[in-house]
């Protein structure tokens, strides 16, 4: 089974910075693209960032400056470091991956459990 388990989200003051971390567990043949998603309760789930295993990235207008995504050089981590926070920051923030697992090396997203981030004004 492959698991996506994330860690670093906590409270922290406007203006300040956290890391998050995610990394992939299991038995699988790689990873493409890996990214950070967040949910605000009531709303659809939005794209924060993504990283390709090539290590192209994209963001969402509202991060892009502020945040900045990266993978570990065993490329099945992921990070996020947020800097400049803002209080429209805070929900929960989600891992996600491309996963090429099994005999016929088929594709699966998987998403991680979520972490909280909020931002205290």
């Known amino acids: 089974q492959v698991q996506l388990v994330e860690s670093g989200g906590g409270l922290v003051q406007a203006g300040g910075s956290l890391r998050l971390s995610c990394a992939a567990s299991?038995?699988?043949?790689?990873?493409?693209?890996m990214g950070w998603y967040r949910q605000a309760p009531g709303k659809q789930r939005e794209l924060v960032a993504t990283?390709?295993?090539?290590?192209?990235?994209n963001y969402s207008d509202s991060v892009k400056g502020r945040f900045t995504i990266s993978r570990g050089n065993a490329k099945n981590t992921v990070y996020l470091q947020m800097n400049s926070l803002k209080p429209e920051d805070t929900t929960v923030y989600y891992c996600?991956?491309?996963?090429?697992?099994?005999?016929?090396?088929?594709?699966?997203?998987?998403w991680g459990q979520g972490t909280q981030v909020t931002v205290s004004s």
């Open positions: 996600n991956a491309e996963i090429i697992s099994g005999s016929y090396f088929t594709s699966y997203r998987y």
């Open positions: 299991g038995t699988f043949f790689s990873i493409n693209a």
């Open positions: 990283i390709t295993a090539g290590g192209s990235t």
